[in-house]
């Protein structure tokens, strides 16, 4: 390889990133518009201001874009875990500030990436996203898991992992919803979730 060559590929490389990363965000703004079954490559090629042909330069398929789609959410989620869903959010607070300190990020996080719920927040996940996704959602309920623990002491396992599950299709409900309003409308739905969160958590505290 010439002089010149080893110049150029670090460019080469930054331009291909910076490629991945146009595509990556055009996927997740199609995903969130049309569903994971609705959205096709052109669409996401379209969307990316690219041609089909150079899409598939960087990903087979659309399973592919999605994987790495995923795997760019997870990595976001996880400084996410760390800072909200961690047991220390609900030392020393109520339970009403502690559901308020995490539900206003969450929401805020589902927002700033409109094509996550497409890929996370579904029952019916296409078997190629499944293996991708799946530890991403075991690491979130057990981080909500642990939060609840702390919020709700003493409930037995069995029940916590049914008050766990419920929270999250809760939030998995009104999420689009929130999306989709006004952004007064939102505030107000936002509100409304917490209060629903903690009028839960409160009664399977008392049923303990």
Same mark, same amino acid.
């Given at each position: 390889?010439t002089d010149d060559a080893?110049?150029?590929?670090?460019?080469?490389?930054? &331009?291909?990133?910076?490629?991945?990363?146009?595509?990556?965000?055009?996927?997740?703004?199609?995903?969130?518009?049309?569903?994971?079954?609705?959205?096709?490559?052109?669409?996401?090629?379209?969307a990316a201001g690219i041609?089909?042909?150079?899409?598939?330069?960087?990903?087979?398929?659309?399973?592919?874009?999605?994987?790495?789609?995923?795997?760019?959410?997870?990595?976001?989620?996880?400084?996410?875990?760390?800072?909200?869903?961690?047991?220390?959010?609900?030392?020393?607070?109520?339970?009403?500030?502690?559901?308020?300190?995490?539900?206003?990020?969450?929401?805020?996080?589902?927002?700033?990436?409109?094509?996550?719920?497409?890929?996370?927040?579904?029952?019916?996940?296409?078997?190629?996203?499944?293996?991708?996704?799946?530890?991403?959602?075991?690491?979130?309920?057990?981080?909500?898991?642990?939060?609840?623990?702390?919020?709700?002491?003493?409930?037995?396992?069995?029940?916590?992992?049914?008050?766990?599950?419920?929270?999250?299709?809760?939030?998995?409900?009104?999420?689009?919803?929130?999306?989709?309003?006004?952004?007064?409308?939102?505030?107000?739905?936002?509100?409304?979730?917490?209060?629903?969160?903690?009028?839960?958590?409160?009664?399977?505290?008392?049923? &303990?």
């Open positions: 390889m080893r110049q150029g590929e670090p460019r080469r490389q930054a &331009r291909g990133q910076r490629r991945i990363e146009q595509i990556l965000h055009a996927s997740a703004t199609v995903f969130a518009e049309h569903g994971y079954e609705g959205a096709t490559t052109n669409a996401i090629a379209g041609s089909p042909g150079s899409l598939y330069q960087y990903f087979k398929n659309k399973d592919d874009i999605a994987r790495a789609l995923a795997d760019h959410y997870a990595e976001r989620l996880q400084a996410f875990r760390s800072e909200v869903l961690a047991t220390e959010s609900a030392a020393g607070v109520t339970l009403s500030a502690a559901v308020e300190r995490v539900v206003g990020p969450l929401v805020a996080f589902n927002l700033a990436h409109p094509g996550f719920k497409s890929l996370f927040a579904r029952t019916d996940m296409p078997a190629p996203l499944r293996a991708a996704v799946a530890p991403v959602q075991q690491a979130i309920h057990g981080r909500v898991a642990a939060l609840i623990g702390a919020l709700v002491p003493g409930l037995d396992p069995a029940v916590l992992s049914r008050t766990v599950t419920v929270v999250i299709q809760i939030v998995r409900g009104m999420i689009p919803l929130i999306a989709e309003a006004s952004p007064s409308e939102q505030a107000a739905m936002t509100a409304e979730l917490q209060t629903v969160l903690v009028s839960y958590l409160e009664t399977a505290g008392r049923a &303990r």
